[in-house]
């Protein structure tokens, strides 16, 4: 094959969401461990069983990125592979893949490997995949691909809007009490994903239509025109109907799509969580 596309887990994205002969498409799988039991991010894995685990465990969960040799065993795949990270201060996923391009280079030297490290996670991947799968129809060639993906890479912006601080209460950086009134009032947290690939906290709001609006506010205070946009859920696909429905209301021409988080992004949003990228 010629050309390849490659992600890690926090993509959201599965193999089937891609159906070209131009291109394969494929994921690298986080691993999750909640107390003795370790989850592999694979695309069947079971996300009501991994948060249901996360939710009954005292302890907080860990997670542990591709190893470079998983990275390289999809780089073996394709003469030109577009891979994609998530964030490097998120993760070490974007190291490791590096590593696994530095080594193989050095025994197949004809390959083009291009490493993008999102800053971002979840759906800003899944915007970036998309470009770059067009890119890729229209014949475009490795460094204008890459160069163009880089690109993109600073004009995403996304947002995160969470109702459930479990994962906070047992890292220590919200207390018991503070966590169990913020749920018991239906309390969001809402967040954005810094140009460094951090996540920001805005603040919190009441309920489902003040998340709503929340996020709605920072689509058109951060210059959101309409274009491409694509909301993952944790389990709660009636609030993404619903943020989707507000979002065509105000911008209607907008491209909105809508993708179930896999393990990786489950884990960090915990069930009901939300997260938001768009151009």
Not at 209 to 231: C, M, N, P, T
Request: net charge negative.
């Amino acid at each position: 094959m010629k050309w390849s596309i490659v992600a890690d887990s926090s993509c959201d994205l599965v193999k089937d969401d891609f159906n070209c002969e131009a291109f394969g498409f494929s994921t690298v799988p986080f691993t999750i461990r909640i107390g003795d039991k370790e989850y592999v991010d694979c695309e069947e894995l079971d996300t009501e069983e991994l948060l249901e685990a996360m939710e009954h465990c005292p302890q907080i969960g860990s997670t542990a990125c591709p190893s470079p040799h998983a990275w390289a065993e999809e780089f073996t795949k394709a003469e030109n592979i577009i891979s994609v990270t998530i964030s490097d201060n998120l993760s070490g996923s974007y190291n490791s893949a590096v590593t696994a391009k530095q080594i193989l280079l050095a025994e197949c030297s004809h390959k083009k490997i291009a490493v993008l490290n999102s800053k971002s996670t979840g759906p800003a991947i899944a915007l970036l995949i998309r470009h770059i799968a067009q890119m890729i129809r229209c014949d475009a060639s490795f460094d204008s691909i890459h160069d163009e993906a880089e690109d993109l890479v600073h004009n995403i912006k996304t947002v995160f809007a969470l109702t459930c601080f479990d994962n906070l209460v047992k890292n220590g950086r919200m207390s018991k009490l503070t966590g169990f009134i913020a749920k018991k009032l239906g309390m969001w947290g809402i967040g954005i994903g810094s140009p460094e690939g951090t996540i920001k906290m805005k603040g919190k709001v009441r309920g489902a239509s003040g998340a709503i609006s929340a996020i709605v506010d920072d689509l058109h205070q951060r210059g959101f025109q309409g274009k491409e946009l694509i909301i993952s859920h944790c389990h709660n696909a009636e609030f993404a109907q619903a943020l989707r429905e507000r979002i065509a209301e105000r911008w209607p021409d907008a491209d909105i799509t809508v993708l179930k988080t896999r393990g990786l992004d489950s884990f960090y949003a915990e069930r009901g969580g939300i997260i938001l990228s768009y151009l």
